[in-house]
């Protein structure tokens, strides 16, 4: 029996320039199917659905079907597990991190080898003969059966669900965060979701949360167009600005899992580990009208 192994130094994030140092590489692409079409990187699958797939609720069985659907799509794409795959999206302005939900996905379905790639499409094009490497042909693709890897269990404690949510809210543990990282007008209460105003039925947060927004973990120009990452040395003042320690348990929650999945793989990357993903997120907790939440309106950030 073939064994998948996680092969060492394998980062979070890649930059566009240091791609020539990995080999069997799958380049996945998470933008919608026209922007794939208009052009990618050569020998790119096209996998939207990493970022539209949307958990309706945190319950075991709308988890397996989850981990059902996505092991068929890995199949369907001609990922087996063997491979590293390098997932992109066109850059984090645009698309809520839609790459790193990927990232989160692909290790919570036991792949060892998976980074991001740092910038995006956009960065890759910054680099020397980037453009040249890009193309509309669609790749041969061979079907086969994905298997992760029995030992990758890293990220399979880091999805947590509304009922250790709800434990925090009631009980305050110390040292216990439940991190929103969604955009100001969410946090405030004057939007429900990314996708419009009323896409679920309620607005606020969930009771005793902390804002961080995620843009804050990137460099931005005056648009809020994010330029780059900030080294793990910013990351640790901005905790320590919030009074969040190293050893502190922290919760993550967006709308879907996908800006709280960017939030999670920088906080690790400076050195939290004690961090989780509330994948169903906002999605779920509003949509559930049993579940606490803080309808207060904010006029001022934080």
């Not at 949307?54 to 087996?80: A, Q, T």
């Not at 809210?169 to 009323?198: F, H, M, Q």
């Not at 990351?235 to 348990?249: A, G, R, V």
């Amino acid at each position: 029996m073939d064994c998948i192994k996680q092969e060492k130094n394998i980062p979070m994030f890649i930059k566009p320039e240091d791609l020539h140092l990995y080999e069997n590489v799958k380049f996945v692409d998470v933008r919608d199917g026209d922007a794939y079409n208009s052009g990618h990187i050569n020998n790119s699958v096209n996998f939207n659905d990493l970022f539209t797939y949307l958990l309706p609720s945190s319950s075991k069985d709308d988890v397996n079907e989850m981990k059902k659907y996505f092991e068929k799509r890995f199949g369907e794409l001609g990922i087996s597990g063997k491979e590293h795959v390098i997932i992109y999206e066109q850059s984090m302005d645009n698309q809520y991190g839609a790459s790193c939900r990927g990232f989160f996905i692909f290790k919570y379905m036991k792949h060892p080898n998976v980074s991001t790639l740092e910038g995006g499409l956009d960065g890759f094009l910054r680099v020397e003969n980037g453009a040249k490497q890009l193309t509309t042909v669609k790749p041969t693709i061979v079907e086969c059966q994905y298997k992760g890897h029995d030992d990758d269990d890293e990220f399979d404690w880091q999805m947590t669900d509304y009922i250790e949510v709800l434990e925090i809210v009631k009980n305050k543990p110390e040292k216990t965060w439940l991190l929103d990282v969604r955009d100001a007008v969410e946090w405030k209460g004057e939007s429900s979701s990314p996708y419009g105003i009323d896409f679920v039925p309620r607005k606020g947060r969930i009771p005793n949360s902390k804002w961080i927004e995620w843009y804050d973990f990137h460099e931005l120009d005056s648009n809020k167009n994010v330029i780059k990452y900030k080294s793990n040395e910013q990351i640790q003042k901005l905790m320590e600005k919030n009074n969040i320690e190293k050893d502190d348990k922290i919760t993550v929650y967006c709308f879907k899992g996908s800006r709280a999945a960017v939030v999670l793989m920088k906080l690790k990357q400076a050195g939290y580990n004690n961090i989780k993903n509330y994948f169903a997120s906002w999605n779920e907790w509003a949509c559930d009208f049993n579940l606490p939440i803080d309808e207060t309106k904010i006029n001022e950030e934080n």
